[in-house]
């Protein structure tokens, strides 16, 4: 009997489809996002430019610190991105700089 079911099984997983691999493209190299209107730009090159390129990033259109808050929160929760909550502060005031 178990060699029945040892059989079925491996049946079962000859008859399964192979598995697609995911492939995720990082952004090309373009340098790093400079200082804006006197605020640094350290965090958000440390935390931003692992997943989004430079043009990416300053072609988001203007929001308010709050929507900028919520944008950074989804990014660690829903994304999993490692954005070190210490940065949050600073990656916002390099955001919303004007």
Known sequence: MRVLLALAALALVAAAPPTKRLSVELPDA??????????????VNNNCLACHSATMITAQPRLSRVQWGETIAKMRTVYAAPIDPADDKAILDWLVAD
Not at 36 to 42: D, I, L, N, Q, T
């Open 30 to 43: 373009e340098g790093l996002l400079p200082e804006r209107y006197g605020v640094s730009s350290e965090a």
